[in-house]
């Protein structure tokens, strides 16, 4: 018989996790692509759990503003996992920017030194950059947030290598091009050529076999894993059968980390610079990956989703449905691997009212892309044209990002209007700067907005239907609107209303709820009987979020 002391502890530990389950009772029935909330962060913006690592091979030299490393890694994100900061915002994904090891050296256009603290400049497809972490650090946010419910999202680069430096040659010619650069006027201007000047672009069309760079393998022979790589990569080959060509080793090394830490997505870069064949080939290797990974971690697979891989394709939007025009050449990128294309036409259509969105994504996602789905976006890393740079409209961005069909994508500090506009920047990096916990801990404007992006990031991780589900507007004054989603035996539907009035307001809900039903308004914490088909509510706020 168990000794009454260890059943207590049994009991205390398990708690947590079962008071958390009825909580998100939907969250933990049936997790959806489609309508997940996905967290969008620079791995060196986000927060700082390491000072030890803030300086790494000799980046020393003095850059342009912002365009250095700052400091955050994958220690800070774990203890935000830790500490619940995005399981209290609803967030049930997070993309990191790409963690992998960037040129040592520095380039300077004009704009002072830049270093690749953003990731997107590799040098070893097979080591992390130690300014982000270690392997061991990745291995316990994966799993510390799948302890949670949360998935990961790695950025995968194919298209290109770092800049050249004095730290950092160029790779054989046989591996990339240095010229011409792409003018973008048809398909082969995009795809056969370097995104920009100095950028050298990988060979993807090749299949033809080459051998590693002379300066990749010295490396490996002097940490020590030259013979360890090689064996990797023989059987990689062996397996697969595909040539030694640029484009196949890099799919090994970045399907690796499926292979050894169990990530959950991709979301590819530059996905129209390279022949559209390539991610088909890129998905088919992470579908093996994770398999393989699923078999030997039975005890830690969350649901029995597919990989998934969203791509950026620059300049797609929602409307043009499964193709992407390249004005000599229209490319169906769902039909090559993709399940979901980043949604460029959000930020726009977020300027309309809220049922020209929700009825329009909700046609689009269940006609025209039925099976796929869209990432949208009000804010990101390289768009200088955001939504609301001046913070202005931060309520109102997120009913319409987080209550619209498709997937939403919170870019960190969206949650917390961190500023878009930071004086002595040049480009892009205006939109990157250090995320404003301070502002989170002590500016009570900042809370308010926080609080209400937690509570409809919480509603629509709770509910697939938000995002995932068919859309019907009950009534356009009030606006109030219903979303039902159904996959097997599980059907999840809710009843939302936005610009309402303060204090008492009556609502009809016998299109979804019967009479009897007990509602709960996830954003008051009220509840309310449905009788003669309607509720009653008094609060003091104008949003309500009704679930059963």
Same mark, same amino acid.
């Given at each position: 018989?168990?000794?009454?002391?260890?059943?207590?502890?049994?009991?205390?530990?398990?708690?947590?996790?079962?008071?958390?389950? *009825?909580?998100?009772?939907?969250?933990?029935?049936?997790?959806?692509?489609?309508?997940?909330?996905?967290?969008?962060?620079?791995?060196?913006?986000?927060?700082?759990?390491?000072?030890?690592?803030?300086?790494?091979?000799? +980046?020393?030299?003095?850059?342009?503003?912002?365009?250095?490393?700052?400091?955050?890694?994958?220690?800070?994100?774990?203890?935000?996992?830790?500490?619940?900061?995005?399981?209290?915002?609803?967030?049930?994904?997070?993309?990191?920017?790409?963690?992998?090891?960037?040129?040592?050296?520095?380039?300077?256009?004009?704009?002072?030194?830049?270093?690749?603290?953003?990731?997107?400049?590799?040098?070893?497809?097979?080591?992390?950059?130690?300014?982000?972490?270690?392997?061991?650090?990745?291995?316990?946010?994966?799993?510390?947030?799948?302890?949670?419910?949360?998935?990961?999202?790695?950025?995968?680069?194919?298209?290109?290598?770092?800049?050249?430096?004095?730290?950092?040659?160029?790779?054989?010619?046989?591996?990339?091009?240095?010229?011409?650069?792409?003018?973008?006027?048809?398909?082969?201007?995009?795809?056969?050529?370097?995104?920009?000047?100095?950028?050298?672009?990988?060979?993807?069309?090749?299949?033809?076999?080459?051998?590693?760079?002379?300066?990749?393998?010295?490396?490996?022979?002097?940490?020590?894993?030259?013979?360890?790589?090689?064996?990797?990569?023989?059987?990689?080959?062996?397996?697969?059968?595909?040539?030694?060509?640029?484009?196949?080793?890099?799919?090994?090394?970045?399907?690796?980390?499926?292979?050894?830490?169990?990530?959950?997505?991709?979301?590819?870069?530059?996905?129209?610079?390279?022949?559209?064949?390539?991610?088909?080939?890129?998905?088919?290797?992470?579908?093996?990956?994770?398999?393989?990974?699923?078999?030997?971690?039975?005890?830690?697979?969350?649901?029995?989703?597919?990989?998934?891989?969203?791509?950026?394709?620059?300049?797609?939007?929602?409307?043009?449905?499964?193709?992407?025009?390249?004005?000599?050449?229209?490319?169906?990128?769902?039909?090559?691997?993709? *399940?979901?294309?980043?949604?460029?036409?959000?930020?726009?259509?977020?300027?309309?009212?809220?049922?020209?969105?929700?009825?329009?994504?909700?046609?689009?996602?269940?006609?025209?892309?039925?099976?796929?789905?869209?990432?949208?976006?009000?804010?990101?890393?390289?768009?200088?044209?955001?939504?609301?740079?001046?913070?202005?409209?931060?309520?109102?961005?997120?009913?319409?990002?987080?209550?619209?069909?498709?997937?939403?994508?919170?870019?960190?500090?969206?949650?917390?209007? +961190?500023?878009?506009?930071?004086?002595?920047?040049?480009?892009?990096?205006?939109?990157?700067?250090?995320?404003?916990?301070?502002?989170?801990?002590?500016?009570?404007?900042?809370?308010?907005?926080?609080?209400?992006?937690?509570?409809?990031?919480?509603?629509?991780?709770?509910?697939?239907?938000?995002?995932?589900?068919?859309?019907?507007?009950?009534?356009?004054?009030?606006?109030?609107?219903?979303?039902?989603?159904?996959?097997?035996?599980?059907?999840?539907?809710?009843?939302?209303?936005?610009?309402?009035?303060?204090?008492?307001?009556?609502?009809?809900?016998?299109?979804?709820?019967?009479?009897?039903?007990?509602?709960?308004?996830?954003?008051?914490?009220?509840?309310?009987?449905?009788?003669?088909?309607?509720?009653?509510?008094?609060?003091?706020?104008?949003?309500?979020?009704?679930?059963?």
């Amino acid at each position: 018989m168990m000794p009454k002391i260890f059943t207590l502890l049994i009991f205390l530990i398990v708690m947590p996790d079962l008071y958390s389950q *009825q909580k998100t009772p939907h969250s933990q029935q049936v997790f959806v692509w489609e309508g997940a909330n996905l967290y969008f962060l620079l791995t060196d913006r986000f927060y700082n759990g390491d000072k030890s690592n803030d300086v790494n091979f000799n +980046r020393t030299k003095k850059t342009g503003k912002l365009r250095g490393f700052e400091g955050g890694d994958l220690k800070g994100i774990i203890r935000k996992i830790d500490k619940n900061y995005f399981t209290d915002l609803g967030i049930n994904a997070i993309w990191l920017t790409p963690i992998i090891e960037q040129i040592h050296g520095s380039v300077n256009e004009g704009t002072g030194n830049t270093y690749g603290y953003h990731g997107y400049w590799a040098k070893d497809w097979t080591a992390l950059d130690p300014n982000f972490g270690t392997k061991e650090e990745l291995k316990e946010l994966v799993e510390k947030a799948h302890q949670k419910g949360i998935r990961i999202v790695l950025d995968g680069v194919i298209n290109h290598t770092g800049p050249i430096t004095k730290e950092d040659p160029v790779w054989p010619d046989n591996w990339v091009r240095t010229d011409p650069q792409c003018d973008y006027k048809d398909f082969k201007s995009t795809t056969s050529c370097t995104l920009v000047k100095n950028l050298p672009d990988i060979l993807t069309e090749s299949n033809k076999d080459v051998e590693l760079p002379k300066m990749l393998t010295d490396k490996w022979k002097a940490e020590g894993r030259y013979d360890k790589e090689i064996t990797e990569l023989n059987a990689f080959f062996e397996r697969t059968g595909y040539p030694r060509a640029p484009r196949f080793y890099i799919i090994k090394w970045l399907t690796d980390y499926i292979r050894e830490f169990g990530i959950d997505a991709y979301r590819a870069d530059t996905v129209k610079h390279t022949e559209e064949t390539v991610w088909d080939e890129f998905k088919k290797e992470c579908d093996f990956a994770f398999a393989e990974w699923k078999e030997h971690h039975q005890d830690k697979v969350l649901d029995d989703n597919n990989f998934y891989l969203v791509g950026e394709v620059y300049g797609y939007g929602i409307s043009s449905g499964q193709l992407y025009d390249f004005s000599d050449k229209k490319v169906n990128y769902f039909k090559n691997g993709f *399940q979901s294309l980043i949604n460029f036409e959000f930020k726009y259509d977020a300027q309309k009212d809220y049922e020209f969105i929700f009825s329009k994504y909700s046609d689009k996602l269940h006609n025209e892309l039925n099976g796929y789905g869209v990432l949208n976006y009000l804010t990101s890393h390289d768009d200088g044209q955001p939504f609301d740079k001046e913070r202005t409209r931060n309520f109102e961005a997120a009913n319409k990002l987080l209550l619209s069909p498709g997937t939403s994508q919170i870019y960190y500090g969206d949650e917390s209007a +961190r500023s878009l506009d930071i004086e002595g920047t040049v480009g892009d990096a205006t939109l990157r700067s250090f995320m404003n916990w301070e502002e989170i801990k002590n500016d009570p404007k900042t809370k308010r907005i926080l609080e209400h992006w937690q509570k409809l990031g919480r509603f629509r991780r709770d509910h697939p239907a938000v995002g995932a589900g068919i859309h019907k507007m009950i009534s356009e004054e009030p606006y109030v609107f219903s979303r039902k989603y159904t996959k097997g035996s599980f059907t999840d539907q809710i009843i939302a209303g936005l610009d309402l009035p303060k204090g008492e307001k009556t609502i009809r809900v016998n299109s979804v709820f019967k009479d009897g039903t007990v509602l709960t308004d996830r954003y008051s914490n009220k509840k309310a009987t449905v009788k003669d088909g309607e509720i009653k509510l008094n609060t003091q706020f104008k949003i309500v979020l009704l679930e059963k």
